[in-house]
């Protein structure tokens, strides 16, 4: 009864989605005050019907209903709670059923926001947002239903996959979702302003949804990251998996947007450009969500092969065919009516960086598709690696740091060289510190530089503004800091995420230029050295079965420069029901360097163990940058204080010189 209750339940979502898509049409040809609140009514019933999906769908793990397939697929009844919950997105029936849920309710929250009666772009706008939800819906209940039931009731599920019971994994998939779904919201704004004309404040209209959007992605990111770098044990946390860059592309293009954005609020331009990053961030979007779900690539991210290729294919080419059609239809209305600047101004430095965002983002997806391009051409593939993407990529990045450096001291006119002397100075400080510390390479210091010079726009530029307030208001420095940051979040959010972004490259240069690797044979009692670690082979043990797996685990002291450092206890852990076995190192992290070893195998008889150990130097500025980064986020997202007390004219000023 359960799966049947589920299954009418999103058909009845999918019927009010489309109804609500019609009535938003209807309200706006026929200005009818009547069917403008039963668009209403439908995207709010389409968004508790969806939630009544999901609840049932819960309800069916927690209380193990195996008739239902995709509960018997992914639950068993010794999982824990958490497991369980977490279980309901583990596949690509229930994550399908997630997504449409929260575009439904993005949607609601859209509608709920307004003030007053809907005029003809928000009227589009719902009805665009309401025929994405539709087809997710659509897709989802007809294509991968989760309440699809077993012929046979088994006694038991088969349990979630041992790799998604990482923490990352639990909370890796849902930020992902967010972050994607966020995207839909500033690409039906875009939409509607070119359906109805109105295409000059879009972009304020959307700016808090594009920036948590972005920042749900980027937090999706690091999360899969820590997960690939805790779970998969081959030592890295960034491997060029298409389905990584799946989640990369969208962010990289929504970063050029929030730039472009802030140019557009400056009324310097950018129109054209901010539709351009709108249409193709919510493409990539279903890109992705294409890549991990059509077959079509092989990948530890990627969802079975299915049948849904095609219809994401399609909707990919609608988004792009359409929003480029419009453009091209409103092309007068958006020409720029100021003259271009110099290439160093701020409007020419932010042009080059979108620009450039673009090149990385086309580079990404090459490489992604490049072997499925050479075998359908060809016959043979060609593997894009990730010593070609570092090669491609590593020049690019290079360039976006030295204009991270120069945008934000950039004037109106003209880059004054004046005000590029801390980047210079923050260049010089990082380079030396990196070259006494023994990172002596000279690209590695070339990246050093480029990185202290982003880091030091940003750190001058906070302690500049601080001092002159301090000066001007006699305040202390904090007060003068807690002010500043109140009254202009996104400005100075902005600089932190500059100094998280500028952290994690740090580690990036260091985990990517300077690795130690090392294979290792072990009889008990035998010591090897790796660099400056001796590993000595204390023991192997085994448990006796916990559940479903059987832990295997290595004992390793660990010696540095000669002294007794740590005990280390890399483990393989097996599980039987999925013939499956997951490597949990043993890592010991410090701020010069990551120490991470790896249980590869072992001898029969349990004398001798295989170890892969890997020296990662500067690897915790990952994670620390990656903190600084979402702190930044949240700031720049959090509404000022002071705004929320001044005038609507005060505010439109204030919101002009903050950008």
């Known amino acids: 009864m359960l799966a049947e209750i589920g299954t009418l339940t999103v058909g009845l979502a999918l019927a009010t989605a489309l109804y609500a898509a019609v009535a938003a049409l209807l309200s706006l040809r026929r200005d009818d005050p009547r069917w403008a609140e039963s668009t209403r009514n439908g995207v709010l019933a389409t968004a508790g019907l969806l939630g009544l999906a999901i609840l049932l769908l819960l309800a069916a793990f927690l209380t193990d209903h195996f008739e239902v397939r995709y509960v018997a697929n992914h639950s068993s009844r010794a999982l824990p709670l958490y497991l369980k919950i977490s279980a309901l997105w583990a596949g690509q029936e229930g994550s399908l059923l997630l997504w449409s849920f929260l575009q439904a309710l993005f949607a609601a929250l859209i509608l709920a926001s307004s003030r007053g009666p809907a005029g003809p772009g928000e009227k589009v706008r719902t009805s665009l947002l309401s025929l994405i939800t539709a087809f997710f819906t659509g897709v989802t209940l007809f294509l991968s239903n989760p309440f699809v039931r077993m012929a046979s009731v088994p006694a038991d599920g088969q349990g979630l996959n041992p790799l998604l019971r990482h923490p990352g994994m639990i909370f890796h998939p849902p930020t992902l979702y967010l972050g994607y779904v966020g995207l839909a919201i500033p690409f039906a704004h875009a939409m509607a302003a070119l359906i109805t004309g109105e295409v000059e404040g879009w972009t304020r209209a959307v700016r808090r949804w594009t920036l948590a959007a972005w920042l749900f992605l980027g937090l999706g990111l690091l999360l899969g990251a ?81 049948n849904l290729g095609p219809y994401f294919l399609a909707a990919i080419g609608l988004t792009l065919f359409g929003s480029l059609a419009l453009i091209l239809r409103r092309r007068r209305l958006l020409e720029e009516k100021r003259p271009a600047e110099s290439l160093f101004s701020r409007e020419g430095l932010f042009t080059l960086t979108l620009m450039l965002f673009l090149v990385l983002t086309g580079s990404v997806l090459v490489g992604s598709l ?30 976006l740091t030295l204009l991270l450096a ?140 916990i559940g479903d797996r059987l832990p295997t685990w290595a004992v390793l002291s660990v010696y540095r420069d000669g002294v007794y450092w740590v005990t280390l206890q890399p483990r393989l852990e097996r599980y039987a029901n999925f013939d499956q076995t997951v490597t949990i190192p043993a890592l010991r992290a ?37 903190l600084v980064f979402l702190a930044g986020g949240a700031l720049a997202f959090w509404p000022s204080s002071a705004g929320l007390r001044l005038t609507v004219p005060q505010a439109r000023r204030r919101a002009l010189w903050n950008t």
């Open 370 to 399: 490049l072997p499925t391009l050479t075998e359908a051409l060809t016959g043979h593939r060609f593997e894009a690696t990730p010593e070609w993407f570092d090669r491609v990529t590593a020049p690019q990045f290079a360039v």
């Open 590 to 626: 410090g701020l010069r360097e990551d120490f991470y070893v790896v249980l590869a195998g072992w001898s029969a008889d349990g004398a001798s163990a295989t170890f892969k150990v890997f020296v990662n130097p500067l690897a915790s500025f990952l994670w620390l940058g990656g």
């Open 406 to 545: 120069l945008c934000p001291v950039a004037g109106r006119q003209r880059l004054e060289a004046r005000r590029a002397l801390p980047a210079l100075a923050g260049g010089a400080a990082v380079a030396g510190l990196a070259a006494l510390s023994g990172f002596t390479r000279p690209l590695s210091l070339l990246g050093f530089a480029l990185t202290g010079m982003a880091l030091g726009t940003a750190l001058v530029e906070i302690v500049r503004d601080v001092l002159a307030r301090s000066r001007r208001e006699g305040e202390s420095f904090l007060t003068a800091l807690a002010v500043l940051v109140d009254r202009n979040r996104r400005r100075y959010g902005g600089y932190v995420v500059h100094i998280g972004i500028a952290l994690i490259l740090v580690g990036v240069i260091g985990t990517r230029m300077y690795p130690l690797e090392r294979d290792l044979t072990l009889m008990a009692g035998e010591p090897a050295q790796v660099g400056r670690y001796t590993l000595l082979f204390e023991e192997l043990r085994q448990d006796f079965p």
């Open 226 to 306: 820590r997960w690939a770098y805790d779970v998969l044990g081959w030592g890295g946390y960034w491997g060029w998996d298409p389905v990584e860059n799946a989640g990369l592309m969208p962010w990289l293009t929504a970063t050029a947007l929030l730039h472009g954005a802030t140019m557009q609020e400056e009324r310097r331009g950018f129109r054209i450009w901010n539709l351009l990053l709108v249409s193709f961030s919510f493409a990539l979007v279903l890109f992705g969500t294409f890549t991990t779900r059509s077959g079509m690539i092989q990948s530890v991210h990627a969802f079975a092969r299915s």
